[in-house]
């Protein structure tokens, strides 16, 4: 489906570690990878994600460098089933993951652990979707009014949910004719003002296009920003960001 999103791209330092991590705790495989002379490319996701269904990519510079987390991007989401959250998150901590933040700190709705290079995984109770498979992608954004119309006017993506707390709100949007399976982005915006620090641990969130062309003209049309456009990209896919400075691939997916 066309603008539905693809995949999430985090960085890290250490891709055998990385893989062992994702593949033993979320029981990730890997659906693809991409060697290129500098970075590695690695795609992961449950056996049987959905064809809407997002997955994660991993990329491993080669030149062994380090990255910042900084706070512009909060974490990935990861479904188990209602009622499973307590199982999930024992059976985690039987195989030696790190206690981050346990149901009982999270009111008993969800809970968190870390991946080895620091990145926030977040454990949701949805009955769609595998197993471990990506719900959402959580940014931060410092004006919730220009966040949203720019997610709607320039991907017609369609606002999905919203929690609003005395302290923050979080807005959840993604394609109107999306599956329930596939990934959303989670907007939140914290009402004292601050600002943030974009980082570079974390790289992007992907949406796909039938014509990547086609797509990126009406980006374009919409007055997105022009940061790589295709043909910088060999005609490959394409980069735009949204008014945070958060980068956005467009893809045209092959078989």
């Known amino acids: 489906m066309s603008g539905v999103l693809d995949h999430v791209m985090m960085r890290v330092e250490d891709l055998d570690e990385s893989l062992d991590w ?10 693809g ?9 690695v795609y ?54 790190d206690d981050y933040r346990d149901p009982e700190s999270c009111g008993g709705r969800y809970a968190f652990v870390k991946d080895p290079d620091g990145h926030e995984v977040e454990i949701v109770q949805r009955d769609q979707g595998a197993r471990w498979s990506i719900d959402h992608t959580m940014m931060r954004v410092e004006d919730a009014d220009e966040a949203l119309g720019f ?3 320039k991907f017609e993506y369609e606002h ?7 302290s923050f709100a979080n807005y959840f949007v993604k394609p109107e004719d999306a599956a329930e399976e596939a990934m959303a982005v989670e907007l939140t915006y914290n009402y004292d003002g601050r600002s943030y620090t974009m ?3 974390w790289g992007h969130v992907c949406v796909r296009a039938d014509d990547l ?13 022009d940061y790589r456009d295709p043909e910088s990209c060999d005609n490959r896919y394409a ?10 691939e467009v893809l045209e997916p092959d078989d």
């Open 44 to 97: 992961l996701g449950p056996e049987d994600v959905h064809e809407d269904g997002a997955v994660l990519e991993l990329t491993y510079n080669h030149d062994d460098r380090s990255y910042e987390m900084g706070d512009a991007w909060g974490h990935i989401a990861v479904r188990v089933p209602e009622g499973e959250l307590e199982e999930a998150y024992q059976s985690l901590m039987d195989e030696g993951v």
């Open 160 to 166: 999905t949910g919203r929690w609003e707390s005395d």
């Open 33 to 41: 990878r991409w060697e290129a002379e500098t970075f590695t490319n």
């Open 22 to 31: 994702y593949q033993t705790h979320l029981d990730y495989e890997e659906k």
């Open 199 to 201: 980082g570079d641990a």
């Open 213 to 225: 062309n086609d797509y990126w003209e009406t980006l374009m049309e919409r007055e997105g920003e």
């Open 239 to 248: 980069f735009t960001r949204d008014p945070d400075g958060h980068e956005i």
């Open 151 to 153: 997610w709607t006017r």
